[in-house]
């Protein structure tokens, strides 16, 4: 696993779970690629903060899965503020220069690898 994917992700992870909407900012490309229920594209660091702050979402990692040095998915355990119980979700991460520029997350790992995997072969191609 690349140091810095790994690195990336984690201040992510950091930033995400204290809710500290100035770090989560400087955790991110500008844009940032996002997907999730409540749909995708692409969106600012700021618009990644208010979000981080909106939501209250807290993503556990639970388990690491390399794709490539830029791409891995990372299976967590997600929570909401008043949620008794977590849920356990996927997410795409795409990293470049120390920050993460897409966050993807997907219901369970098999989707989540299966996109990861797509988008692995896309870049490869180009």
Not at 75 to 80: I, M, P, S, V
Request: hydrophobic letters at 45%.
């Amino acid at each position: 696993m690349e140091p810095t994917l790994e690195a990336a992700i984690n201040e992510w992870h950091a930033s995400v779970n204290d809710g500290d909407l100035q770090r989560s900012a400087r955790a991110v490309g500008d844009p940032i690629v996002v997907l999730g229920p409540k749909g995708a594209g692409p969106i600012t660091p700021g618009q990644f903060a208010e979000w981080v702050g909106r939501s209250g979402i807290a993503l556990h990692p639970r388990s690491w899965h390399p794709i490539s040095e830029r791409l891995m998915v990372v299976e967590e355990d997600a929570t909401w503020p008043g949620s008794k119980a977590s849920t356990r979700v996927a997410t795409v991460f795409r990293v470049a220069d120390g920050r993460v520029t897409a966050a993807l997350r997907l219901p369970d790992l098999k989707q989540a690898l299966e996109l990861a995997y797509i988008c692995r072969e896309m870049a490869a191609t180009e």
